[in-house]
T-cell receptor, first 113, second 112 residues
Framework: AQTVTQSQPEMSVQEAETVTLSCTYD???????LFWYKQPPSRQMILVIR??????QNATENRFSVNFQKAAKSFSLKISDSQLGDAAMYFC??????????FGQGTRLTINP | GAGVSQTPSNKVTEKGKYVELRCDPI?????LYWYRQSLGQGPEFLIY????????DSGLPNDRFFAVRPEGSVSTLKIQRTERGDSAVYLC??????????FGPGTRLTVL
């Protein structure tokens, strides 16, 4: 079975600075997708960024980018120019051909003004 | 456009009671998922529907949990003889059949 591990329960960063959230996963599959979701106190999971395993190029969405290391099974999220609205729980997730998402335990991100 | 909606937003019930949680997916989305999120944890998969049928129910914890999607749109998660350990946020997501899953705001279930 696939597993996803987020080793940082909490992170904090100064507004306008850069922060990196870590994620590792375990799988024997070669074809899969990886995601970062943001969950604010409203509970709604919001997709931040996704990465297809077959793509070597790291995904980027505005201030959000990933460092995908397939051999190391690592998928970190970098947030540049952090904003107060970025404060939330961040979840790393894995999706295989089985369709369901497997989530990590989450990292609580605090932005200090 | 309308997103995934879930009702009720919050549900408080007593141990042993029966509850139903409803999910209205985005119109036209063929796939629907239920997840359970315990306090301080990431969501855990419960069941996945493709159309009207349950394609994968491997995440349902026991036979007290059951879900239906009779017309391939709205889904109901049913929990019989609720226990305090069932307290959690129940999240629903829908997908047009490609990659992304779009989540609803969840139902917070509290079993007293």
């Amino acid at each position: 079975a696939q597993t996803v591990t987020q080793s940082q329960p909490e992170m904090s960063v100064q507004e306008a600075e850069t922060v990196t959230l870590s994620c590792t996963y375990d799988t024997s599959e070669s074809d899969y997708y990886l995601f970062w979701y943001k969950q604010p106190p409203s509970r709604q999971m919001i997709l931040v960024i996704r990465q297809e395993a077959y793509k070597q190029q790291n995904a980027t969405e505005n201030r959000f980018s990933v460092n995908f290391q397939k051999a190391a099974k690592s998928f970190s999220l970098k947030i540049s120019d952090s904003q107060l609205g970025d404060a939330a729980m961040y979840f790393c997730a894995y999706r295989s051909r089985a369709q369901k998402l497997v989530f990590g335990q989450g990292t609580r991100l605090t932005i200090n003004p | 456009g309308a997103g995934v909606s879930q009702t009720p937003s919050n549900k408080v019930t007593e141990k042993g009671k029966y509850v139903e949680l409803r999910c209205d997916p985005i119109s036209g989305h063929t796939a629907l998922y239920w997840y359970r999120q315990s306090l301080g944890q990431g969501p855990e998969f419960l069941i996945y529907f493709q159309g009207t049928g349950a394609a994968d129910d491997s995440g349902l914890p026991n036979d007290r949990f059951f879900a239906v999607r009779p017309e391939g749109s709205v889904s109901t998660l049913k929990i019989q003889r609720t226990e305090r350990g069932d307290s959690a946020v129940y999240l629903c997501a829908s997908s047009p059949g490609i990659v992304e899953q779009f989540f609803g705001p969840g139902t917070r279930l509290t079993v007293l």
